[in-house]
């Protein structure tokens, strides 16, 4: 399912004192099978953005087309729905949206209420909970008894349940310590692997560097810039989009300012910053 924003402009509290434009004629396509990062700015629109994914916002100007779903101004959407099922979003910190007895019966929840029997939404819901490692031991546990990060993870086993064709994580590494982000990280990359279009919000650019095919800078509610992880942080003008370097990008560049040739565009994470320092030292 292909995305496209066409002029979307969005306003909170229209004719309020409150008035405020989140989006400001942003036009951008994601490809089918793509894994694509928002990036930008604590208030630069990104949470704005997704909720226009599965029509929980709708634009105030423009479109949002997503295959055959095409959302606007004051239309309503009647198979809103079935967009629903195929856009499954996981918001910042959804640990706190567990609200069921058992982690099973939460897991269950969204698999049931889009019309799976008892039966089916168990297998999806113990399927969901297997990818992001949560062992049947904690099927019939409260999900209040469970760790910070666990909880997350069954958050997010509930929205894997409804096996949709595009996923969106807004900062689902928040919070989470080094460990905790490579497995979560891992667990999206195998399912963007099977063919699921992931969509990730994140303010870690060594995450955005490692996984992301195409990143989507937002400033101020407008698109500074579309581009690969590689052409963003090597662009010139970096340091006006007022983003991070990734940690081993820094180093990347410090060994090069040494005399070290690495070539920058195989730096992904550690592990090829290291193929690029053994294969430099084997040069010489
Ligand atoms: P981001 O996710 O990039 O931090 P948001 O999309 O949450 O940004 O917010 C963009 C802007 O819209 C911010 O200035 C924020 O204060 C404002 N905003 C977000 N949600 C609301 C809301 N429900 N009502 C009014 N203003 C909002
Ligand atoms: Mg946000």
Redesign the pocket.
């Given at each position: 399912m292909p995305i496209r924003f066409e002029k979307v402009s969005y306003t909170y509290g229209k004719k309020t004192p409150f008035e405020y434009q989140a989006l400001k004629d942003i036009n951008l396509e994601i490809l089918e099978g793509s894994f694509t990062a928002i990036v930008g700015h604590t208030g630069s629109g990104?949470?704005t953005l997704i909720q226009h994914l599965n029509g929980l916002l709708l634009p105030e100007e423009g479109r949002v087309v997503i295959a055959d779903f095409v959302l606007e101004a004051k239309k309503t959407i009647k198979n809103i729905k079935a967009l629903r099922k195929q856009v499954g979003i996981v918001f910042?910190f959804p640990e706190y949206q567990l609200f069921e007895s058992t982690v099973l019966k939460d897991v269950m929840f969204a698999p049931k209420n889009f019309g799976a029997t008892e039966e089916e939404a168990k297998a999806k819901a113990q399927k969901a909970l297997e990818l992001v490692k949560i062992p049947p031991s904690y099927y019939e546990k409260s999900p209040f008894a469970l760790s910070g990060g666990e909880r997350r993870r069954v958050a997010i086993a509930g929205i894997l349940a409804m096996e949709p064709k595009i996923l969106v994580l807004?900062e689902p590494t928040a919070g989470l310590d080094p460990k905790g982000i490579d497995e979560m990280m891992h667990l999206f990359k195998e399912i963007h692997d099977k063919g699921t279009t992931v969509i990730l919000?994140s303010h870690d650019m060594d995450v955005v560097l490692e996984y992301a095919e195409k990143v989507i800078v937002l400033q101020d509610g407008k698109v500074l810039k579309i581009a690969s992880p590689t052409e963003l942080f090597q662009d010139e003008n970096f340091e006006s989009y007022s983003l991070e370097m990734p940690i081993v990008y820094q180093f990347a560049v410090a060994l090069i300012k040494k005399g070290i040739a690495i070539d920058l565009t195989k730096v992904k994470n550690p592990e090829t910053l290291a193929k690029e320092i053994v294969k430099a030292r084997d040069v010489k």
């Amino acid at each position: 399912m292909p995305i496209r924003f066409e002029k979307v402009s969005y306003t909170y509290g229209k004719k309020t004192p409150f008035e405020y434009q989140a989006l400001k004629d942003i036009n951008l396509e994601i490809l089918e099978g793509s894994f694509t990062a928002i990036v930008g700015h604590t208030g630069s629109g990104k949470s704005t953005l997704i909720q226009h994914l599965n029509g929980l916002l709708l634009p105030e100007e423009g479109r949002v087309v997503i295959a055959d779903f095409v959302l606007e101004a004051k239309k309503t959407i009647k198979n809103i729905k079935a967009l629903r099922k195929q856009v499954g979003i996981v918001f910042q910190f959804p640990e706190y949206q567990l609200f069921e007895s058992t982690v099973l019966k939460d897991v269950m929840f969204a698999p049931k209420n889009f019309g799976a029997t008892e039966e089916e939404a168990k297998a999806k819901a113990q399927k969901a909970l297997e990818l992001v490692k949560i062992p049947p031991s904690y099927y019939e546990k409260s999900p209040f008894a469970l760790s910070g990060g666990e909880r997350r993870r069954v958050a997010i086993a509930g929205i894997l349940a409804m096996e949709p064709k595009i996923l969106v994580l807004d900062e689902p590494t928040a919070g989470l310590d080094p460990k905790g982000i490579d497995e979560m990280m891992h667990l999206f990359k195998e399912i963007h692997d099977k063919g699921t279009t992931v969509i990730l919000v994140s303010h870690d650019m060594d995450v955005v560097l490692e996984y992301a095919e195409k990143v989507i800078v937002l400033q101020d509610g407008k698109v500074l810039k579309i581009a690969s992880p590689t052409e963003l942080f090597q662009d010139e003008n970096f340091e006006s989009y007022s983003l991070e370097m990734p940690i081993v990008y820094q180093f990347a560049v410090a060994l090069i300012k040494k005399g070290i040739a690495i070539d920058l565009t195989k730096v992904k994470n550690p592990e090829t910053l290291a193929k690029e320092i053994v294969k430099a030292r084997d040069v010489k």
